[in-house]
């Protein structure tokens, strides 16, 4: 697992996503707080329904590497805020991820903790409970497990079992690679169309011939 983490943690997301287009990748709603970071961690699951108990219990009890999945149930509050960002710091958290709203935007980013939300607001519920922790949710519209990798840049998230994405990342980094040299090649001066095979492929589709799309360098 930490080699895969490792790996990860030089790609983009969207060559993973590029590399398996089954991957589920969340709400693109949810997006960085904290820019410019790539996240890379194991889920830990929590429910956050318009209460904090369960961001307290899971905030005491999550691993170094590991990223918290909140499940907010669709309701307008925060369910996280610097607090909770710099708790995560200090215990050596990969993020937050929240299917919701945060709060402290402000201190989340002086801690640079990466966090994911759909936005801010002010408001926060109790901290009354139940606590839940570590039962598989809806995040973003994709089923999560404990134990899934949360994988994340400013392009937005993508999070899956570890044998899905290991089985990916081969061709994830085939493909920045390849994009590695076209962007080199267009930097010399050559053009798009010259380090693809555009020409090619827009002949064969517009003939109803099959073809891909594919660089060239």
Do not use: W
Request: charged share 25%.
């Amino acid at each position: 697992m930490d080699e895969l983490v490792t790996r990860l943690s030089r790609l983009q997301v969207s060559s993973l996503s590029d590399a398996d287009k089954t991957l589920p990748v969340c709400d693109p709603a949810i997006h960085a707080l904290v820019a410019d970071v790539t996240l890379v961690g194991v889920a830990l699951t929590v429910r956050a329904d318009g209460d904090l108990l369960g961001m307290i219990d899971a905030i005491g009890r999550a691993e170094p590497g590991t990223v918290l999945v909140v499940a907010t149930d669709g309701r307008p509050l925060a369910a996280s805020g610097e607090l909770f960002a710099t708790e995560g710091r200090r215990r050596g958290l990969a993020g937050i991820v929240v299917d919701g709203y945060c709060r402290d935007l402000r201190g989340i980013r002086r801690v640079g903790l990466p966090v994911y939300a759909r936005g801010t607001t002010p408001a926060a519920g109790p901290a009354l409970g139940p606590a839940v922790v570590g039962e598989p949710v809806t995040f973003g519209g994709v089923e999560v497990s404990p134990g899934d990798l949360v994988f994340g840049d400013d392009d937005g998230l993508l999070i899956a079992p570890p044998e899905r994405i290991a089985a990916a990342v081969d061709q994830a980094e085939e493909i920045e690679r390849v994009e590695a040299e076209v962007a080199a090649g267009m930097r010399a001066g050559r053009s798009l169309h010259e380090l693809t095979n555009a020409p090619e492929h827009l002949r064969a589709i517009a003939a109803g011939e099959p073809s891909t799309f594919r660089f060239q360098p």
